[in-house]
């Protein structure tokens, strides 16, 4: 079994029970969410160490608010768009990632994406 999907499974799980509760998160995205594109995106230890931290802070003493997951990658730049797009046709993105510092990046998904593709 892929490691990413042995960790993405309980989550996907608990968010589909939560379905049925009422919203409770401080921070957009969910908790459950921010957990997600972390284990999608870093390593598990790195994903299971900040996952912690977010759910540790999502309660009244902290203030909520925005806070997108971070990931460190070293993106090395390609020429080959044009190539690519023509051989492949239209790409739905699904993840944007948004320059933070050098190698250091914020991750925001585009639910529309995933709405337009199903």
């Known amino acids: 079994m892929n490691t990413k999907k042995f960790y993405l499974a309980p989550i996907k799980g608990y ?16 908790c459950s969410e921010y ?10 230890h790195k994903a299971l160490w900040a996952s912690g931290k977010r759910i540790a802070c999502c309660n009244q003493f902290f203030k909520g608010g925005i ?14 768009v044009h190539t690519f797009n023509a051989d492949y046709g239209k790409i739905d993105i699904v993840y944007w990632l948004v320059p933070k510092s050098k190698n250091t990046y914020y ?3 585009d639910f529309d994406a995933i709405k337009r593709s199903t």
């Open 35 to 44: 957990a997600s594109w972390q284990f999608e995106f870093n390593a598990p």
């Open 15 to 30: 968010q589909y029970l939560s379905k049925m509760l009422p919203a409770s998160c401080r921070y957009y995205p969910s």
């Open 67 to 80: 806070d997108y997951p971070i990931v460190e990658l070293s993106l090395q730049k390609t020429s080959c």
């Open 107 to 109: 991750i925001v998904k």
